[in-house]
């Protein structure tokens, strides 16, 4: 499959509703009045998992990405299909592919974020702490210090891109559709669940890139700043995860079997 169109609204539809979701079970649990409020971390755990789940559904026609992260990984470790350089669905791996697959991913983010918040618009208008509000779009860490948190968002993502790789190398697929959209639900949860406290756990560059894009550019009421001072954390520390996760598993896996 060498249509770029369709690779692009595979990510775009895919990551999407990731965000959608994922954004969505937040906004549940930290916004005022919800039926949701309070839930606690392992509640987000679990509905980000099942947001990637609904989001790996929807886009196996691209290798259901979702994630810069996950691209740029595969590339790194040097993504084939029967021999020849390519991502899961045949299309060539270059830069023109490469920059669809980010593009795609970082206009769905954007675009589920917008739709969250219309979802719960008047949670919105009645939580009083801006922090709340940027929370549901975008990550943010619990001890602020860049260096750590940097740390810990490419160890999160080494963990995601290194088993996906993993998975991948029992067949020709690539991408999160690798390992089919119940098991990278599970490997999410987990993720969160083991390592998401210090940062919020974002391994994922679009998802909280766009979200933060549309948090600056929504008519929220009173929704503060959207901390720009911390949002370079959540994307390069995925990018460089991913990149390390996709060349140490070169020599790495082999080994494992």
């Given amino acids: 499959m060498d ?8 990510e775009l539809v895919g990551t999407a509703m990731l965000v959608l979701l ?11 009045k919800n039926k949701g409020f309070n839930g606690g971390f392992l509640m ?5 998992g099942l947001a990637v789940f609904a989001g790996v559904i929807v886009s196996y026609a691209s290798g259901a990405h979702l994630n810069p992260a996950v691209t740029l990984g595969l590339v790194a470790n040097g993504a084939t299909v ?17 920059l669809t697959y980010i593009g795609a ?21 009645a939580e009083p702490e801006p922090a709340n509000k940027l929370g ?7 001890i602020r210090s860049y260096g750590w948190n940097l740390v810990t968002e490419i160890i999160g993502t080494f963990v ?11 067949g020709d697929a690539s991408g999160l559709a690798s390992l089919g959209a119940l098991p990278v639900a599970l490997l999410v949860i987990g993720i969160g669940a083991s390592l998401g406290g210090p940062t919020g756990y974002a391994i994922n560059p679009a998802r909280d890139l766009g979200p933060r894009i549309a948090h600056a550019f929504l008519p929220i009421r009173g929704k503060g700043g959207s901390d720009w001072s911390y949002s370079w954390v ?24």
């Fill in 3 to 10: 249509n770029l169109g369709i690779v692009f609204l595979s």
């Fill in 22 to 32: 994922g954004c969505g079970v937040v906004a549940n649990v930290a916004l005022a």
């Fill in 44 to 48: 987000v755990n679990f509905g980000w």
């Fill in 82 to 98: 029967f021999g020849n350089p390519a991502f899961g669905t045949g299309v060539p791996v270059d830069v023109v592919s490469v």
């Fill in 105 to 125: 991913q970082l206009l769905g983010a954007f675009l589920g974020a917008v739709v969250a918040w219309l979802a719960y618009k008047q949670h919105f208008d």
């Fill in 136 to 142: 549901v779009f975008s990550t943010g860490p619990a």
């Fill in 160 to 170: 995601l891109v290194f088993v996906v790789i993993g998975f991948g190398r029992q």
């Fill in 234 to 257: 959540p994307v390069v520390g995925p990018i460089i995860g991913g990149l390390l996760a996709g060349w140490v598993a070169i020599p790495l896996l082999p080994l494992l079997g």
